[in-house]
């Protein structure tokens, strides 16, 4: 059971806050957990969610409410393995996107999941780019000195898995944790 939306919390499970940076020199040079909204707009938190950093995923407090976690890789390939194995082999990302809020290429959000397209916030230059083309979400797997997620792209059908740097933004989804 997944989150049929993206995270939107300002609070780890135990309570404790999650850092908000706005400033573009301050984000670019985080080696700690922190969130955002896209371009610093609470208005974009209301559709797309809120956007973090790895640090924020890895952080020991959960940053998922409790009872659920954020996924790892595998259990990413495991959703994907799913959906392939119900008929949609080469479109599995087409069945996870929302059927509005696409630039192009809406999906036909076969399993509720919903995916919009939030951007990122860059690691670089601190930039917020590609609302509405492209969904990332993190995963909890490191990946040596970076951390794996997931994308959808508004031009492709398929679920891209990507290899980035700790300190982007990006949106998370959380899944229930097994009984």
């Known amino acids: 059971c997944w989150f049929a939306e993206n995270l ?16 573009n020199s301050a984000w670019t040079g985080l080696s700690t957990d922190a969130r955002c909204d896209y371009e610093n707009n609470a208005a974009n938190m209301g559709t797309y ?3 973090y950093n790895w640090y924020a995923v890895d952080n020991a407090s959960g940053l998922c409410p409790n009872g659920w976690h954020v ?11 799913y959906i392939t194995a119900q008929g949609f082999n080469g479109t599995e990302g087409t069945a996870l996107k929302s059927t509005s809020a696409w630039s192009s290429g809406n999906g ?7 995916a919009l397209p939030g951007g990122y916030r860059d690691y670089y230059d601190s930039y917020f780019s590609l609302a509405g083309d ?14 794996l997620g997931r ?12 290899d980035s740097v700790t300190r982007v933004g990006f949106s998370v989804r959380c899944l229930r944790d097994a009984d």
């Open 108 to 114: 036909t959000d076969d399993f509720g999941f919903s």
């Open 49 to 51: 969610g809120r956007l």
């Open 151 to 162: 994308y959808l792209l508004y031009s492709n059908p398929v679920i891209g898995l990507t």
């Open 71 to 81: 996924p790892t890789d595998g259990e990413w390939t495991a959703l994907e393995d």
């Open 134 to 147: 492209i969904g990332y979400w993190w995963s909890s797997s490191p990946s040596g000195g970076s951390a």
């Open 8 to 23: 939107r919390t300002t609070v780890y499970a135990d309570g404790s806050a999650i850092p908000e940076v706005t400033g």
